[in-house]
């Protein structure tokens, strides 16, 4: 399994709680984008600071590659809704524990 986790900062915090709202309602509803073959997303937000980590689980490398292809190419539907897109790094997971 891999992840790609990424991290924004700087948005107006009530602008991002709404963002954040609305990816989670979206994703309950229609899966992830089209060429984003996702197995899991996690989204952490700080809402004092406006901070937000993305993590979005794949099965294999090649399929993070390709989520992170089209994630990098598409336009945020919300423009400045997160901030600014601070940092996007990629993992394997090496462990992974459901409780």
Known sequence: ???????????DPEQV???????GRQAQSDG???GVPAVALLIL????D????AITLFETEE???????T??????PNPGGMGRRSSVEMFRVA?????
């Not at 399929?63 to 292809?69: C, E, I, N, S």
């Open 50 to 53: 406006a901070k937000v980590l």
């Open 95 to 99: 462990t992974k524990v459901e409780v």
């Open 71 to 76: 994630l990098n190419a598409m336009e945020p």
């Open 63 to 69: 399929d993070m590659r390709q989520g992170d292809a």
């Open 32 to 34: 992830p984008p089209e």
């Open 1 to 11: 399994m891999h992840a790609r986790v990424v991290t924004f900062e700087g948005g």
């Open 45 to 48: 937000h700080r809402p004092d």
């Open 17 to 23: 709680t709404r963002t954040v709202e609305e990816i």
